[in-house]
Nanobody, 121 residues
């Protein structure tokens, strides 16, 4: 089992910044993919950004140039730096990690519990 704990959400004014963090714990051999998704009220969950173990990143068009996804493999941590936030970014943000378990080398995918980001004046 791999558990994810997210932090860093909160209330911020338009134009402000927040940094989300997601720490993975458990018997992890390797993490292949880190991703952040979000779900706004009344809307479907959408993929915001992902980061592969080869260093590739991609972002949904609405956050390009404003959000940056990164990873700290030594700490099994995924980070999402969010700048120039606007009210349309208001959502619950979820961390998603996929990789290989230690020991039996089975693949796993895990989700965090979600952290609320609210952008409002």
């Amino acid at each position: 089992q791999v558990q994810l704990v997210e932090s860093g959400g909160g209330l911020v004014q338009p134009g402000g910044s927040l940094n989300l963090s997601c720490v993975a714990s458990g018997s992890i051999f390797t993490i292949n993919l880190l991703a952040w998704h979000r779900q706004a009220p009344g809307k479907a969950r959408e993929l915001v950004a992902f980061h592969t173990n080869r260093g590739g990143t991609n972002y949904v068009d609405s956050v390009k140039g404003r959000f940056t996804i990164s990873r700290d493999d030594a700490k099994n941590t995924a980070l999402l730096q969010m700048n120039s936030l606007n009210p349309e970014d208001t959502a619950v943000y979820y961390c998603n990690v996929a990789g290989i378990l230690a020991g039996d080398y089975r693949p796993f995918t895990s989700w965090g519990q979600g952290t609320q980001v609210t952008v409002s004046s």
